[in-house]
């Protein structure tokens, strides 16, 4: 009795122990990475064929000129004839390119967030209507005036409005004024209730519009309130746009109290590529929408509203070596470890540079190691043995946002109908660029 009693408890165990150890088995399968990976499809293919005969043999940031239109096209269709555009000139930071995008999408209109860039947009696009983006330390703005060409044709009292968000920086701009003898347009930023920035006080409001009224060296010039939020904030962004709208609406009617204007016909400025969409046949204060980032679709804007954009630039980078297993430092048997683990580390791939803000796209299946580490010099990459990379083959990635990635390139090469037809070099960062 006594023995049969062990003999089933044992048996009860080991039965356990094995379906503990099923189970195990199972959820290691379940959890266990799957093999992935496919090679360049034609579209990369195509590209790295013609950078190779551009003669490219380094990290090089492509634009797709054909892609760009399209994603112009439909902007311009969503936008309709209901707002006027302004091109978000941070996230296109290069001449030529904004020209392309201003041609393009037929508008003058910028909006600029760096002294140097603005000192240069208005030597070499001396036609645009500037909206800064953000309130910029008074010094900026007199660097800017000091570093103006006596015969530059753009006219910064008609053609630049400066962006403030406080009665101090309004007093600050009217000390500048009063020493450089000039006149100023003075947009007055708006806190919409996401708390971007901007003023969300009406007495502030108050304040600042009797400081300008009073001041015929200053001109209000309209109104901005940025909300990306609106499109990231859980529940209904149509019901998030009409909130901030109506903030928008209630800090407008506080300026008609306080000038005895009708505003309608300044710049009223609003949106950005997260929401822009969401403006259509909308029933709101602003008259103009600003976007940029959706030209090029980096991936932080894979969003549902841009759906209709298509990623326009890739960073591409030459394989500098190729290993079909993955060592690691330190202990041996650790590489060994992590591919049988993961059939995507079954390869090792070092491109040319890396640490951008940027995601491997082709081939597909590339990962970062997590125990090597970054490197913006040669960075490893693994995938698995479906991805038949050699050293100096190209590896393409998707910036994940374009204003400062662009910039790290110092040109964009154009890619159109199968061949690299320009190189575009990016805005300058020197204080006074056009003086280099
Ligand atoms: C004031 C303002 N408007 C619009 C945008 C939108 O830019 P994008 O369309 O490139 O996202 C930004 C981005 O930071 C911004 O600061």
């Known amino acids: 009795m006594a023995k049969s009693s062990g003999t089933s408890r044992r048996k009860v165990l ?15 399968a379940y959890v266990r990475p799957k093999r992935v990976g496919q090679n360049h499809q034609p579209y990369f293919q195509q590209l790295g064929g013609a950078l190779d005969r551009a003669r490219f043999a380094k990290p090089t940031l492509v634009l797709d000129k054909a892609i760009l239109e399209k994603n112009i096209a439909q ?6 004839a209901q707002y006027d555009y302004r ?7 290069s001449i030529p390119l904004l020209e392309t995008v201003m041609k393009g999408a037929g508008t003058q209109r910028l909006m600029l967030f760096h002294q140097p860039f603005l000192s240069q ?3 070499q696009l001396p036609q645009s209507d500037v909206l800064m983006g953000k309130p910029m330390p008074v010094a900026a703005a ?8 006596a015969d530059n044709t753009f006219d910064h009292t008609t053609q630049l409005q400066w962006l403030l968000d406080s009665p101090a920086r309004v007093r600050q701009y009217q000390d500048l004024a009063r020493r450089l003898g000039i006149s100023l347009q003075i947009n007055i930023e708006l806190d919409v209730g996401l708390h971007r920035g901007g003023v969300s006080q009406a007495d502030q409001l108050t304040d600042m519009l009797a400081v300008i009224e009073s001041d015929p060296a200053l001109s209000l010039s309209g109104f901005m309130g940025y909300e990306p939020h609106v499109a990231k904030l859980p529940g209904d962004k149509r019901a998030h746009r009409d909130k901030a709208m109506q903030i928008y609406n209630e800090m407008l009617n506080v300026a008609r109290d306080v000038t005895g204007r009708d505003l309608s016909g300044l710049t009223l400025n609003g949106a950005g590529s997260p929401t822009y969409r969401l403006y259509n046949d909308a029933e709101v204060p602003i008259n103009e929408l600003s976007a940029g980032s959706c030209l090029v679709k980096p991936t932080d804007f894979d969003t549902p509203e841009l759906v209709d954009h298509r990623p326009a630039s890739f960073i591409a980078t030459p394989v500098i070596k190729a290993l079909d297993h993955l060592e ?3 202990p041996a048997g650790v590489g060994m470890v992590m591919t ?9 791939f070092f491109t040319y540079g890396g640490y951008w803000k940027a995601k491997p796209t082709s081939p597909q299946g590339l990962s970062l190691n997590p125990l090597f580490g970054r490197s913006s010099n040669q960075e490893m990459y693994n995938g698995s043995g479906e991805i038949a990379l050699q050293a100096d083959d190209w590896v393409f990635l998707r910036p994940t946002q374009s204003e400062s990635v662009f910039l790290q390139f110092g040109e964009i090469a154009v890619y159109d109908q199968g061949e690299i037809v320009d190189r575009w070099p990016v805005l300058n960062e020197l204080f006074n660029p056009l003086a280099a």
Do not use: C, D
């Open 87 to 93: 091109i978000v000139a941070k996230s296109l930071p």
């Open 142 to 149: 007199e660097n800017f005036y000091r570093a103006l060409n």
């Open 121 to 123: 947009v208005a030597r």
């Open 328 to 330: 690691l430092p330190g």
């Open 340 to 348: 049988m683990w993961n059939p995507n580390r079954e390869k090792t």
């Open 75 to 80: 902007l311009k269709r969503h936008i309709g």
């Open 14 to 28: 080991l039965g356990g122990l094995a379906l503990g150890a099923l189970g195990a088995l199972g959820a290691a």
